[in-house]
Nanobody
Framework: QAQLVESGGGLVEPGGSLKLSCVGS????????ISWYRQAPGKEREWVAT????????SYDDSVRGRFTISRVNARDTAYLHMNTLKPEDTAVYYC?????????WGQGTQVTVSS
């Protein structure tokens, strides 16, 4: 059974950093495009960043470019989202997704709260 599990969320002060992890199992992780999304209270889920499967091509939403870094270690079936210079508006539940053609898996999400 395919599964994605996020971890690493928590409460951090503005300007702080967090590292989120996304571990896949039950499917060939290295063949899937990995993306991070987030959903703030009362808002729609929005795309944050993507890293492709074989070329590791990376793209970011403008709101996080320069502050967040997406990466993956296929040997560990794991993707990461390093978040620096966090702002209160980054507060959201963060989800990772794995996509291969029309097959998409989602994790359960991890809460990130940026507040003093």
């Amino acid at each position: 059974q395919a599964q994605l599990v996020e971890s690493g969320g928590g409460l951090v002060e503005p300007g702080g950093s967090l590292k989120l992890s996304c571990v896949g199992s039950g499917f060939p992780f290295s063949s899937y495009v990995i993306s991070w999304y987030r959903q703030a209270p009362g808002k729609e889920r929005e795309w944050v960043a993507t890293i492709t499967d074989f070329t590791f091509t990376i793209s970011y939403d403008d709101s996080v470019r320069g502050r967040f870094t997406i990466s993956r270690v296929n040997a560990r079936d794991t993707a990461y989202l390093h978040m620096n210079t966090l702002k209160p508006e980054d507060t959201a539940v963060y989800y990772c997704s794995a996509r291969h053609w029309d097959t998409v898996y989602w994790g359960q999400g991890t809460q990130v709260t940026v507040s003093s």
